[in-house]
C-alpha cells in the first residue's frame, strides 16, 4: 500500500485569534490565499539493473579456467570461463563421423541384372546422441520445483520424444519399402534396368539428403556446445561467480533442448521458459559442473531502475515522465532524483488485500542534504520514491484542515457576515499542508480551519 504527502512552500496563513471564554462557539480560520500547491504519491521501490545474464555451464565437465572473481568489471566479449568437456568433443565427433557416413554415396555393380544395393540405415550415433540429449532434458524437467510447470514441461518434451521416434520409424519403414520394391522390379524386369537404375539413383538421393539434413542439425548443435565451452561476457558489466536464486533449472535445461535437432524441440523450448528455482554451487577452478550449472552472472550497472508498487487509488495519477525524489534506508541523509519511464497494466495483490501496480522509474544522481555527491546504489536496494503526480502553480488553495467530505461532496465553513456559511468546492492538487480548490471559495474569503467537522450552518464565528 501507498500513501500521500506532499512538498510545499511556505503558506502565510493569518488565523484567527480564536474563541475567547464568552464567545466558545468561535472558531480558527484562515484566509483563502494564491500559492503554489504539489501533490505527492509515495510508494515502495526496488533498484534494478540495465540488464543481467546468468551464464551456465553448456556440458558436463570441469572449470578448466576462472578468469573473474566476484565485483571484477568485464567488457563485451571478454572470456570469462573455460570449460573441459571430453563428453561434448566426444559427441561433436560422433555427429560429425555419422555426417560422414550420410554423405557416402550408394554405389551399384553387376551389369543390367547384378545391382549391389546397401540398406540404408540412420547412423546409430545419431539416434544415441538424440537420446541421450532427451535423457537429460528430463532430468533436468525433474529438477523443477513448481509440480504443475514440472508436468507441463515432461509433457513437452515426451510429445516431442514421440514425434521424432514416430518420423525414425516412418523413414525406416520408407526403406524397407524401397528395398522390397527394388527386389521385385529388378526379377521383372530385364530391358528396361537401365531407366529402373536412373529412378533408383534419384530415390537414394533424395533418401541420402533426408539423412543428412539430420546429420547435420546434429553436427551444428555439436559444435555450438564446443564453441560454448569458451564462456564470454554477453555485455559489460559486473561479476557475481554462480547464479541467481531463481531461473538456473530453465537456463539448464534450455541449453539441452538447443542441442535437439531441428524441428523436435519446439514444443519443449517452448514450455522450458518458465522459471525452476535454482541455486549455483560454488565456481572455481578444478570443481566439476553439470550442463545448466550456473557459472557467472554479469550485471549492467551502467543505467539503473527503478521499480514501485503505487497504490490503484493513486496510479491513474501516475504519466510517463513524472518526476520523482528517491530516498534509500541504505543512504541516510541523501535524496536521488528520477522520473517515470513506464507504468503497467498488471495488478499484484498487496499483503493486507490491497492492489498496487508497477511503475518503472529511471534513476538519476543523488546529493547529501550538504551538496555532495551521494554513492551510487546497488541493484536489490529498497528505497521510497515521491511521484509529484501534480502541480498547481498560483492556485486558490486552503489548509487541508478545511476540507470536510459530507458523503459525495466536499466542503468547507466558509466566514459570511459573521456565521459559519456551508460551501461545496471541488478540488485540484491535494498537497500534504493546502489543498487547491477549483471552485466555491475565492482568494480573501475566509475558511474555518480547525473544528470544521463540528460546524452547523448559521454558526457565529466572529
Known amino acids: 500500500m501507498t500513501s500521500r504527502r506532499g512538498f510545499v512552500p511556505f503558506l502565510a496563513v493569518l488565523l484567527a485569534a480564536g474563541c475567547t471564554s464568552a464567545e466558545p462557539q468561535k472558531a480558527p480560520v484562515a484566509v483563502v490565499t494564491r500559492t503554489t500547491v504539489s501533490e505527492v504519491v509515495e510508494a515502495p521501490a526496488t533498484v534494478g539493473a540495465r540488464a543481467t545474464a546468468t551464464l551456465t555451464a553448456p556440458a558436463s565437465g570441469t572449470v578448466a579456467r576462472l578468469y573473474v572473481q566476484d565485483g571484477d568489471t568485464v567488457k563485451k566479449g571478454q572470456i570469462?570461463?573455460?570449460?573441459?568437456?571430453?563428453?561434448?568433443?566426444?559427441?561433436l565427433s560422433a555427429a560429425r563421423k555419422a555426417d560422414r557416413?550420410?554423405?557416402?554415396?550408394?554405389?551399384?555393380?553387376?551389369?543390367?541384372?547384378?545391382?549391389?544395393?546397401?540398406?540404408?540405415?540412420?547412423?546409430?550415433?545419431?539416434?544415441?546422441?538424440?537420446?541421450?540429449?532427451?535423457?537429460?532434458?528430463?532430468?533436468?524437467?525433474?529438477?523443477?520445483?513448481?509440480r504443475a510447470a514440472r508436468a507441463r514441461l515432461l509433457a513437452a518434451i515426451d510429445d516431442a520424444d514421440k514425434r521424432r521416434r514416430a518420423q525414425r520409424r516412418a523413414l525406416g519403414e520408407v526403406l524397407d519399402g524401397l528395398t522390397r520394391s527394388l527386389d521385385q522390379t529388378l526379377s521383372q524386369m530385364s530391358g528396361q534396368v537401365s531407366a529402373g537404375m536412373s529412378g533408383l539413383s534419384a530415390s537414394m538421393a533424395s533418401l541420402r539428403a533426408a539423412s543428412r539434413s539430420q546429420t547435420r542439425a546434429a553436427v551444428r548443435a555439436a559444435e555450438q556446445t564446443v564453441d560454448a565451452l569458451v564462456v564470454r561476457a554477453p555485455f559489460g558489466g559486473v561479476v557475481t561467480l554462480g547464479g541467481a536464486s531463481s531461473g538456473g533449472g530453465a537456463a539448464g535445461l534450455g541449453a539441452l533442448v538447443s542441442q535437439l535437432p531441428a524441428g523436435l524441440g519446439s514444443?519443449?523450448?517452448?514450455?522450458?521458459?518458465?522459471?525452476?528455482?535454482?541455486?549455483?554451487?560454488?565456481?572455481a577452478t578444478g570443481v566439476p559442473v553439470a550442463a545448466g550449472d550456473p557459472l557467472v552472472t554479469v550485471t549492467d550497472v551502467s543505467v539503473l531502475t527503478l521499480s514501485?508498487?503505487?497504490?490503484?487509488?493513486?496510479?491513474?495519477?501516475?504519466?510517463?515522465?513524472?518526476?520523482?525524489?528517491?530516498?534509500?534506508?541504505?543512504?541516510?541523509?541523501?535524496?536521488y532524483t528520477g522520473s517515470v519511464t513506464g507504468v503497467g497494466v498488471t495488478p499484484k495483490e498487496g499483503a493486507t488485500g490491497g492492489v498496487s501496480y508497477p511503475v518503472r522509474l529511471r534513476l538519476g544522481r543523488g546529493a547529501y542534504d550538504d551538496g555532495s555527491a551521494a554513492p551510487a546504489p546497488k541493484p536489490g536496494m529498497s528505497a521510497v520514491v515521491r511521484l509529484?503526480?501534480?502541480?498547481?502553480?498560483?492556485?486558490?488553495?486552503?489548509?487541508?484542515?478545511?476540507?470536510?467530505?459530507?458523503?459525495?461532496?466536499?466542503?468547507?465553513w466558509a466566514v459570511r457576515g459573521g456565521k459559519a456559511e456551508r460551501?461545496?468546492?471541488?478540488?485540484?492538487?491535494?498537497?500534504?499542508?493546502?489543498?487547491?480548490?477549483?471552485?466555491?471559495?475565492?482568494?480573501?474569503?475566509?475558511?474555518?480551519?480547525?473544528g470544521a467537522d463540528a460546524v452547523r450552518p448559521g454558526q457565529s464565528l466572529s
Do not use: C, M, Y
Open 80 to 91: 570469462l570461463a573455460r570449460i573441459s568437456s571430453p563428453q561434448a568433443r566426444q559427441q
Open 101 to 146: 557416413q550420410a554423405a557416402r554415396p550408394v554405389s551399384f555393380s553387376g551389369g543390367p541384372v547384378g545391382v549391389r544395393l546397401p540398406r540404408l540405415r540412420l547412423p546409430s550415433s545419431l539416434d544415441a546422441h538424440v537420446d541421450r540429449s532427451f535423457a537429460q532434458a528430463r532430468k533436468a524437467a525433474r529438477s523443477i520445483g513448481d
Open 267 to 283: 514444443q519443449a523450448g517452448a514450455a522450458a521458459a518458465a522459471p525452476a528455482g535454482r541455486s549455483g554451487g560454488t565456481v
Open 308 to 335: 514501485a508498487d503505487v497504490d490503484e487509488t493513486d496510479v491513474l495519477l501516475v504519466r510517463r515522465g513524472t518526476p520523482a525524489e528517491v530516498e534509500f534506508d541504505a543512504v541516510t541523509g541523501a535524496t
Open 388 to 412: 509529484a503526480v501534480r502541480r498547481a502553480e498560483n492556485a486558490t488553495a486552503v489548509p487541508a484542515s478545511a476540507i470536510v467530505t459530507s458523503g459525495r461532496e466536499t466542503i468547507v
Open 423 to 450: 460551501r461545496v468546492v471541488r478540488l485540484g492538487a491535494q498537497g500534504d499542508a493546502v489543498v487547491e480548490i477549483l471552485s466555491g471559495v475565492s482568494p480573501g474569503e475566509r475558511v474555518v480551519v480547525k
